[in-house]
């Protein structure tokens, strides 16, 4: 497994642990003038839900990869909170505004996997 894969994993385990819904990942790497290589879109189903996903992510990426995200921004809104790891951007939002953005569609020629809820 690459360093990216591994990125990827911790990231969908840090969603799973606080019960995000709906994860996402959107392979943009074959697409030109994109700015990352992966999206990682998910939902919960309140402020609080987002707040807590959001750290989880945190935390798992730090303990197991040893990284942190070069920025994150919406945390204290937590209705759409953006966590840059370079490669990886992940977004956690409220159900309302996940649906209002669609950024599963925005950029039609991404190969979409789907991971299924855990609860």
């Known amino acids: ?3 990216t894969q591994r990125l990827l994993d911790s990231i969908t ?5 606080k019960k995000g819904h ?9 697409i030109d003038g994109t700015i990352c290589h992966y999206f990682v879109i ?4 309140s402020p609080q839900q987002v ?3 959001a750290e989880s992510v945190g935390d798992y990426v730090r ?31 409220v159900p309302e505004t996940r649906t209002y953005y669609d950024l599963e569609h925005l950029w039609e ?4 996997t789907s991971i299924a809820d855990l609860d």
Request: overall charge negative.
């Open 42 to 45: 998910c939902h919960g189903n």
């Open 22 to 30: 709906g994860i996402v990942i959107a392979d943009l790497s074959k």
């Open 109 to 112: 020629d991404a190969t979409l």
């Open 51 to 53: 707040e807590a996903i």
């Open 1 to 3: 497994m690459n360093e």
């Open 63 to 93: 303990e197991r990869n040893g990284e942190k995200p070069v920025n994150c921004v919406g945390l204290g809104n937590n209705k759409w909170v953006a966590m840059d790891f370079v490669d990886v951007l992940v977004h956690v939002f």
């Open 13 to 17: 385990k840090g969603i799973q642990d």
